[in-house]
């Protein structure tokens, strides 16, 4: 029993350290999807790297739908196990789940990157990103425009949120 008790606490505390540092996990919407692929305008053996991913619901789609190296990087220790679990049952070959701290990730390989996190978190996340990212990279947000960046395309979808992508000089 006390096996159980230190399992959920383990399970909770990263979920609440998770939300804590970058956002509260809510999911992308699906319809959304498709959209995001779109902005990221993936070319063959391209990186593409979902930060604070939570389960990875936008990573394991741009696996399933093209041929790129394709990257969750989460905090919470049951969003990653569902991530892994769910990236198996779909026998996703070019997907991968990193339990890690997206501001710990190393972003040198990326070419695009995919995050929906707080406002907060993406100034935070800035200074990283400009000193990690190649030129020409890409930068996807949901919801939420990066603070002091000006957008290259904004995708505006009535009565869903706003998708934000940036490029890299």
């Not at 190296?69 to 789940?97: C, D, M, Y």
């Not at 030129?135 to 425009?145: A, C």
């Amino acid at each position: 029993m006390w096996f159980v008790i230190l399992l959920v606490f383990i399970f909770l505390f990263s979920l609440a350290f998770a939300s804590a540092s970058g956002a509260p996990w809510v999911p992308t919407w699906k319809h959304d999807l498709e959209r995001i692929k779109a902005l990221a305008d993936l070319k063959p053996n391209e990186t593409f790297i979902e930060l604070g991913c939570g389960n990875a619901r936008v990573a394991r789609y741009v696996a399933r739908s093209t041929n790129a190296k394709t990257i969750g990087v989460e905090l919470s220790l049951l969003q990653v196990i569902v991530a892994w679990a769910q990236a198996r049952l779909n026998h996703l070959t070019n997907f991968r789940i990193i339990f890690g701290n997206a501001f710990h990730q190393d972003l040198h390989a990326a070419d695009v990157i995919y995050m929906f996190l707080m406002p907060e978190a993406y100034e935070k996340i800035r200074p990283k990103l400009e000193a990690e990212l190649k030129p020409g990279s890409r930068v996807i947000t949901y919801t939420w425009p990066i603070p002091g960046w000006e957008a290259e395309t904004t995708d505006v979808s009535e009565g869903f949120p706003t998708i934000y992508r940036y490029c890299l000089k």
